[in-house]
């Protein structure tokens, strides 16, 4: 078992710049989050997939964030334009179906826009 | 609400001590009750959960104890070592949905 994994580890870009981040999630699971965490606000649930299907884009920060999932391996989450207040570390995690199961998180990746 | 209150956000106690960090929520929906453990520059992990119907759990060191009628959980690490510290995150689930508290510095000093 590979884990969550995410692409890239680290991204530095200028604001204004399309940022897209990557994840695959562990075989299996059916259930994917993005979660984004910052000293100040810790950690915040972005966006929810369940088979595929976002179910809950509330925290979805504004229309500059986008998030897909195309198949059971594979989403991201794009930001466009980005800004420097976005600078986070941001985590996909995915669980088996079902509110009581663990989250496992990847690695994440560290945003930094200047 | 669905928020989380974590408390102590930092907590500092010597080699061999025991460390206590408490959450309350307000949901009565909540039904589940993890803990996360996340080193620097690391991701979370798991390391102790408790479900609505089960008051405490014990795993070696660390244990978890849960009053779902005042609304507060808690996490218990005995017999401290330098390794144990990091961040310590509670979350509570409800309807799929992870909310996390906002997380608890521990320092072990050795």
């Known amino acids: 078992d590979a884990g969550v994994i995410q692409s890239p580890r680290h991204e530095v870009t200028e604001m204004g710049q399309e940022v897209t981040l990557r994840c695959k999630p562990i075989s299996g699971h059916n259930s994917l989050f993005w979660y984004r965490q910052t000293m100040m606000r810790g950690l915040e649930l972005l966006i929810y997939?369940?088979?595929?299907?976002?179910?809950?884009d509330s925290g979805m920060p504004e229309d500059r964030f986008s998030a897909k999932m195309p198949n059971a391996s594979f989403s991201t989450l794009k930001i466009q334009p980005s800004e420097p207040r976005d600078s986070a570390v941001y985590f996909c995690?995915?669980?088996?179906?079902?509110?009581?199961?663990?989250?496992?998180f990847g690695n994440g990746t560290r945003l930094t826009v200047t | 609400g669905e928020n989380v209150e974590q408390h102590p956000s930092t907590l500092s106690v010597q080699e061999g001590d025991s460390a206590v960090i408490k959450c309350t929520y307000s949901?009565?929906?909540?039904?589940?009750f993890p803990w996360y453990k996340q080193e620097l520059g690391k991701r979370p992990q798991l390391i102790i959960d408790?479900?609505?119907?089960?008051g405490e759990k014990k795993d070696q060191r660390i244990a978890v104890t849960l009053n779902k009628t005042a609304k507060h959980f808690s996490l218990h690490i005995t017999e401290t070592q330098p390794e144990d510290s990091a961040v310590y995150f509670c979350?509570?689930?409800?309807?799929?949905?992870?909310?996390f508290g906002k997380g608890t510095l521990l320092t072990v000093n050795p």
């Open positions: 995690a995915s669980s088996l179906a079902g509110e009581e199961s663990p989250l496992h």
């Open positions: 408790i479900r609505s119907n089960v």
């Open positions: 979350a509570r689930g409800s309807n799929y949905k992870l909310t």
């Open positions: 997939f369940n088979n595929n299907v976002p179910i809950d």
């Open positions: 949901d009565s929906a909540s039904n589940y």
